[in-house]
């Protein structure tokens, strides 16, 4: 499962991005693929994101 942006509309067209229908759309629709996280599904997100919490905790601990 990849996270899209299917619901977001454009203002130059109001047609879905996802649908890039003009060149705004597509240059949109260009610049979410190339994200730093755009290849992470949600999961791959949370899972990242309890590993960092856990590892800060563990440093929070050690220090006091």
């Known amino acids: ?3 899209t942006y299917d619901r977001l ?3 130059n067209c ?4 996802a ?3 003009c060149r705004v759309c597509r240059a949109s629709r260009e610049r979410m693929d190339q ?3 755009a290849g992470l599904n949600p999961a791959m997100l ?3 994101m309890v590993v960092l919490v856990a590892a800060l905790a563990l440093l929070a601990h ?3």
Do not use: D, S, T, Y
Request: hydrophobic share 60%.
């Open 9 to 11: 509309v454009c203002a």
């Open 19 to 21: 649908e890039g229908r």
């Open 14 to 17: 109001a047609a879905p991005v």
């Open 1 to 3: 499962m990849r996270v």
């Open 35 to 37: 994200g730093p996280f």
């Open 62 to 64: 050690q220090a006091a």
């Open 46 to 48: 949370v899972a990242l």
